[in-house]
């Protein structure tokens, strides 16, 4: 099966503009999460989604929101772009009922 | 919520020595317990997990350690290779798809 797969895989934005990011879990996982990755914060949980719902959520502020299709294809946005929000954006999709996780290459997110 | 502590942050060992890596959970309902693998540049990649009805598995070199009362687990890593170099994640979870990470273990490999 083909992995996961993240685009773009690299973003340069400027303060106040807003993102969007995007993510093909493997053919017949139905669970999509996201993750922030930075230095020295490691990854930290977004939110997750299962069958095109909004099942986890983590401690991000509504700037930071997302969207699963029917296709299990899933989006984040960010709005109203922060310095802080330069990070690695991973999504992450499983199974069903399997909890392993399977990770995207990432996007990459400058924020100048 | 889920906190994950991760130590240490960076370890160095001469390769052939071996490698542990510890985690520490503050939620006793957390049951399910993976651990990634990141090279540089590159996508977390699964390398072992362990569930909270088993207290160790190992996979070849590769080994963890579950500690329910204590709250820890441990990633034991023997005859280390230098292409074992790579940042290690240990993570705990307690419901399907919600993972809380440590801040990573930069593991360095001195051939």
């Known amino acids: 099966k083909a992995g996961v797969t993240q685009t773009p895989r690299y973003l340069i934005k400027t303060r106040g503009q807003q993102v969007t990011l995007s993510c093909s879990p493997i053919s017949g996982h139905r669970s999509v999460s996201w993750y922030q990755q930075t230095p020295g914060q490691g990854l930290q949980f977004l939110f997750e989604?299962?069958?095109?719902?909004?099942?986890n959520k983590g401690n991000f502020p509504g700037r930071f929101s997302g969207r699963q299709f029917s296709n299990s294809r899933s989006e984040m946005n960010v709005s109203t772009l922060e310095l802080g929000d330069s990070a690695l954006y991973l999504c992450a999709s499983s199974s069903e009922v399997g909890e392993t996780q399977y990770f995207g290459p990432g996007t990459r997110l400058l924020v100048l | 919520g889920e906190n994950v502590e991760q130590h240490p942050s960076t370890l160095s060992v001469q390769e052939g020595d071996s490698a542990v890596i510890k985690c520490t959970y503050s939620d006793s309902a957390s049951n399910y317990f993976p651990w990634y693998k990141q090279e540089l540049g590159k996508r977390p990649q699964l390398i072992i997990d362990i569930r909270s009805n088993v207290g160790e598995k190992k996979d070849q070199r590769i080994a963890v350690t579950l500690n329910k009362t204590a709250k820890h687990f441990s990633l034991h890593i023997t005859e280390t290779q230098p292409e074992d170099s790579a940042v290690y994640f240990c993570?705990?979870?307690?419901?399907?798809?919600?993972?809380?990470f440590g801040t990573g273990t930069s593991l360095t490999v001195i051939p």
């Open positions: 989604y299962f069958s095109e719902t909004q099942r």
């Open positions: 993570a705990a979870s307690k419901r399907a798809n919600q993972f809380y």
